[in-house]
T-cell receptor, first 111, second 115 residues
């Protein structure tokens, strides 16, 4: 079973703080990793993708990948109430096509 | 560009009825996907089409059929709906690089209830 694990939360952070979302995966063949944001009743929206070890920054978002530890994280700096959503971590397997999704972490940013 | 569009947005069926969910993309993507999302289960792949003319089963294909009508359109058919197929269905598409960072983009979803 190729699994992607996330803490379901909710993770509550105050406005302006750094939110740290974590994800682990079991398939060592996974090549690429994606973070999606999903607001309640809406579809997943891609916010970050990463395939090399290390950090990748895009605005307030930083994705971190450690393939040796099979660990992916997403940092959101200067968190805003509008960041309150469920964040889905996904990985690709050997086929390169199918995405394996975690069940998501609920983030609540309080004013 | 509209991106990925899906019809209908909502549907209620009775057990045993059939229906087809429609999906279209205008991004000239090669690959298209159908997922279902259930509370506590996350997103699960039903079928995918790596390129026009090909389709493959995903994690939960039973009870579904698909058709890749052309490069733009990928439909999902429920031949005899069951209450277990009550779910939110998402279509997605990607360039289809089969390599690093083949990013998938999702449609707005179809909320299906089977009574």
């Amino acid at each position: 079973q190729k699994e992607v694990e996330q803490n379901s939360g909710p993770l509550s952070v105050p406005e302006g703080a750094i939110a740290s979302l974590n994800c682990t995966y079991s398939d060592r063949g996974s090549q690429s990793f994606f973070w999606y944001r999903q607001y309640s009743g809406k579809s997943p929206e891609l916010i970050m993708s990463i395939y090399s070890n290390g950090d990748k920054e895009d605005g307030r978002f930083t994705a971190q990948l450690n393939k040796a530890s099979q660990y992916v994280s997403l940092l959101i700096r200067d968190s805003q109430p509008s960041d309150s959503a469920t964040y889905l971590c996904a990985s690709t397997g050997n086929s390169g096509y199918a995405l394996n999704f975690g069940k998501g972490t609920s983030l609540l940013v309080t004013p | 560009n509209a991106g990925v569009t899906q019809t209908p947005k909502f549907q209620v069926l009775k057990t045993g009825q059939s229906m087809t969910l429609q999906c279209a993309q205008d991004m000239n993507h090669n690959s298209m996907y159908w997922y279902r999302q259930d509370p506590g289960m996350g997103l699960r792949l039903i079928y995918y089409s790596a390129s026009e003319g090909t389709t493959d089963k995903g994690e939960v294909p039973n009870g579904y059929n698909v058709s890749r009508l052309n490069k733009r359109e990928f439909s999902l058919r429920l031949e005899s709906a069951a209450p277990s197929q009550t779910s939110v269905y998402f279509c997605a598409s990607s360039k289809g690089l089969a390599g690093p960072l083949d990013e998938q983009f999702f449609g707005p979803g179809t909320r299906l209830t089977v009574l």
